[in-house]
């Protein structure tokens, strides 16, 4: 198997090591790009989230595969290769399949359990299927991941609580705006929905994540402004929440009217400036404010949590939150213990279907020669036999062609069977040797057809 992962995450790397590696849609869609003039890789998926930047390759050998995804994510992340790599995992064959279906059922997520992967993940595939970067090998590992994902989010109650980066940072923030001595700031996060109620909230941004935030507020009957540096988006995303809009450029007269802000743009620089929230804290005049930053790099300047009457909330400290959610994940051990069954079964299945499936073109090539044989032995004995009538001539067509069938019967559907198996490619080599197959009859079976499309339509149901 010649699938390999490479990346850092939150589990791998701090929440600035992170932010100085962050690339947006543009820059996966450039380092997609770079593929064709690859020496070893012929396939990539990129993911890149707030926790993460992994790339998924059909590498020909491991060793140039790792020297060249690295080198990739250091030239297009500007972080020099000796301070990335320190940070780096990296996942091979089996474990690469592993990581990847522990990933999208939310096993490897900050937040145990968390959905939102699943919709980032399929969005990176649909990414390297549109640049042509995603061919037949990680087409079928990606379209397996995303329903593996949505299995053991069917079977498992891995997300019964609804826990997101969102609810988390809601579930840190909204006790601190009720003061010390409140009900909601004595219980923790485990009224936050009762404390988002009626709140005034500010969300800055229009993606993925943005929209999760307006969706959870909203429903839990917060009212909603929402800002963008696209008007059209923003006012897309506020309709469907029964929200308003609010101008980037008027942010100042924004955060003068809400309780809480929830900012998660892909800007690359500071969105929320300190001079900003320091005006804004002084026409307040005592109420506070409560800020998520879900952003990476972030919006809002660090320094404005030591302004008074201001909470933040952002990746570095929701990481420690997560870290420290012992009773939660004790409380979903069993699901996690059955969404620990589902992938290792899935993993299973998906590489002994793999093994079997790399034995099938050495067994059509085999077949293909025996047809070429055939073919030329049947057309010397026209040669030789002229006079023979179409009859006798069909007949022994039929039985030299149903003698070399019943020869390759055997080999053919136990090496099949025998590719199931952990050592399976060795039986394969062994008949490609046994019946002196050229490889490149083999490979050139195995090619995809570049004109058959692999529509990933039906993933999004």
């Not at 690295?70 to 790599?85: E, F, I, K, M, P």
């Not at 005049?285 to 933040?312: K, M, Q």
Request: aromatic fraction near 2%.
């Amino acid at each position: 198997m010649s699938i390999l992962a490479i990346g850092l995450s939150h589990r791998s790397a701090p929440v600035d090591v992170l932010e100085n590696v962050a690339i947006g849609r543009d820059g996966v869609t450039k380092m997609l790009d770079e593929l064709p003039s690859s020496a070893h890789l012929s396939e990539a998926v990129v993911v890149s989230t707030c926790n993460r930047l992994e790339l998924y390759v059909d590498t020909a050998t491991f060793h140039g595969g790792v020297d060249e995804i690295s080198n990739l994510l250091a030239t297009h992340t500007g972080v020099a290769l000796d301070a990335l790599t320190p940070y780096l995992y990296v996942h091979y064959g089996e474990r690469a399949v592993s990581h990847l279906f522990r990933m999208v059922s939310g096993l490897e997520s900050m937040v145990v359990g968390e959905t939102q992967i699943l919709g980032q993940v399929r969005e990176a595939f649909r990414l390297a299927q549109t640049s042509g970067a995603a061919g037949r090998v990680l087409t079928e590992l990606f379209q397996t991941a995303l329903r593996v994902g949505k299995r053991t989010h069917a079977e498992t109650g891995i997300d019964a609580a609804g826990r997101s980066l969102v609810t988390l940072g809601l579930a840190r923030v909204l006790p601190t705006l009720t003061g010390p001595s409140s009900p909601g700031a004595q219980t923790g996060g485990a009224r936050w929905r009762d404390l988002v109620r009626d709140t005034r909230a500010l969300v800055i941004g229009a993606g993925s994540m943005a929209a999760l935030a307006a969706s959870t507020l909203a429903r839990e009957g917060a009212g909603v402004v929402v800002a963008n540096r696209t008007p059209e988006r923003a006012e897309r995303l506020a309709a469907s929440v029964s929200g308003r809009t609010a101008s980037m450029n008027g942010l100042d007269d924004a955060l003068d009217d809400v309780d809480l802000v929830m900012s998660c743009t892909g800007a690359a620089g500071i969105v929320l400036p300190f001079e900003v929230i320091e005006a804004a804290v002084a026409r307040r005049r005592g109420r506070p404010l409560g800020i998520v930053d879900l952003a990476l790099p972030h919006d809002v300047d660090a320094a404005v949590a030591e302004l008074p009457g201001v909470e933040l909330v952002d990746l570095s400290r929701l990481s420690d939150a997560a870290a420290d959610d012992v009773d939660d994940v004790r409380s979903l051990a069993d699901d996690i213990a059955a969404v620990e069954a589902i992938v290792a079964e899935e993993v299973a299945g998906y590489t002994t279907a793999r093994r079997v499936a790399e034995v099938a073109p050495t067994v059509v090539a085999l077949r293909s020669m025996a047809d070429d044989v055939v073919a030329a032995e049947l057309a010397r004995m026209t040669g030789r036999l002229p006079d023979l009538d179409e009859r006798t001539r069909a007949e022994v067509s039929k039985t030299v062609r149903r003698v070399v069938d019943k020869l390759l019967h055997a080999p053919t559907v136990r090496v099949k069977e025998l590719a199931a198996l952990p050592d399976g490619a060795s039986y394969e080599a062994a008949l490609r040797e046994l019946f002196a197959l050229d490889r490149r009859s083999v490979d050139a079976v195995a090619k995809p057809d570049p004109t058959s499309g692999s529509p990933i339509e039906e993933l999004d149901t």
